[in-house]
Nanobody, 128 residues
Framework: QVQLMESGGGLVQAGGSLRLSCAAS????????MGWFRQAPGKECEFVAG????????YYVDSVKGRFTISRDNAKNMVYLQMNSLKPEDTAVYYC?????????????????????WGQGTQVSVSS
């Protein structure tokens, strides 16, 4: 069983920055691809960024490339999402997710159905 908990959300003005954190439980955390998803009211759950077990491969949705950076610290069971140059369109609840079904994979899946465990979400609001 894997438990995830996000933190770091809040309200910022357009152009500002936030750093989201995801704390994970379990001894096998370091074998999982981890992802960040977001969901705005009335919209589909959208893949934002993913990182494989070693941290050597990352993947981003086009709309956040160059602005967001995903990273992980396996010694601390932590995943991060650094968000810079935030836009009002980034406003959403952000979720941390773990792909525990494919340990040590070198693939980042980009659909919500590819992930087994989810955090409770943290709200990010960007004002104009």
């Amino acid at each position: 069983q894997v438990q995830l908990m996000e933190s770091g959300g809040g309200l910022v003005q357009a152009g500002g920055s936030l750093r989201l954190s995801c704390a994970a439980s379990g001894r096998t955390f370091s074998s999982y691809t981890m992802g960040w998803f977001r969901q705005a009211p009335g919209k589909e759950c959208e893949f934002v960024a993913g990182i494989i077990w070693s941290g050597s491969r990352t993947y981003y949705v086009d709309s956040v490339k160059g602005r967001f950076t995903i990273s992980r610290d396996n010694a601390k069971n932590m995943v991060y999402l650094q968000m810079n140059s935030l836009k009002p369109e980034d406003t959403a609840v952000y979720y941390c997710a773990a792909d525990a079904g494919r340990p040590y994979t070198n693939v980042v899946l980009t659909t919500w159905s590819g992930y087994n465990y989810w955090g409770q979400g943290t709200q990010v609001s960007v004002s104009s």
